[in-house]
């Protein structure tokens, strides 16, 4: 996972407090995935947890700009 350059820090707790309910509500929908990794019979929510952040795209000032 990139590193939010330390400038940027306030900007993206910004973004986050600016709609908290809908970033509380993506936080739950990933730690409801069952994922505990050293268990084979996991194995498909391990993947899903892994995958999870693709299909919730992110704002250009939420990733820190090109290249974060």
């Known amino acids: 996972m ?9 900007a993206v707790l910004a973004l ?3 709609d908290i309910d809908k970033s509380l509500q993506r936080l739950f ?12 019979g996991y ?9 999870w952040p693709d299909p919730h795209p ?5 990733r820190g700009g090109e290249g974060v």
């Open 2 to 10: 990139p590193r939010i350059p330390e400038d940027q820090i306030d």
């Open 16 to 18: 986050v407090d600016a």
């Open 29 to 40: 929908d990933l730690i409801r995935i069952p994922s505990i990794s050293t268990d084979p």
């Open 43 to 51: 194995r498909d929510q391990c993947k899903a947890a892994a995958a």
């Open 58 to 62: 992110r704002s250009e000032e939420a």
